[in-house]
């Protein structure tokens, strides 16, 4: 099977939803719950124009890609991107990063980046764990890093409500873009 413009993939390990964690944990199994949707897929078809991923790379895609859901009826649906069986297809601005040879590259105008820890000096009346809209650029592509000025390791502040959650091999992450970061600290 051949595509015309998307990839299609197989969510890794067969599943199209993950369960457990690494550590054994069950994360949740509420279908509502998008947190427990998997999102991560292999490669298996390219679209006919010029790409940078090649078959049997590791993708991390948007969390609807895999997501069953009830319709107005109470009926369970499978994904807007199924396919077949355990075929899907997936657009190019709905994939955040690949995995190749076990080197993560940022896929597209985004920045991965990790939490910073709240500084727990003196009496604090916040609980938060986090330093709101501040982290540190852990991926970023080279081709948008140079337009934005920002690289690996900088610590950074980024437009509210533009992070978007990942949990990669146990790391907390956010996937940011990289018009959106404002300021390196």
Known sequence: MESTFFYLIEPLDGSERSYVNSSGLIMGTNLEDHKSTQRLAKVVGL????????????????HNTFRD?????????????????????????????????????????????????????GFQFSTRVEKELVGQVALVDDRYSEDESVVSGDVVTFCKDSEYEFVINDEKFYRVPTRNIVAVL
């Open 47 to 62: 679209p006919r124009y010029e790409s940078e991923l090649e078959i049997g790379d590791i993708i991390v895609v948007h």
């Open 69 to 121: 859901y009830y319709d107005m009826k109470g009926r369970l649906k499978k994904s807007s991107n199924f396919v077949k069986d355990k075929l899907y297809f997936v657009e190019k601005e709905r994939i955040y990063m690949y995995i190749r040879d076990g080197i993560e590259k940022v896929f597209g105008p985004y920045a991965f980046v990790k939490p910073v820890n709240a500084d727990r000096e």
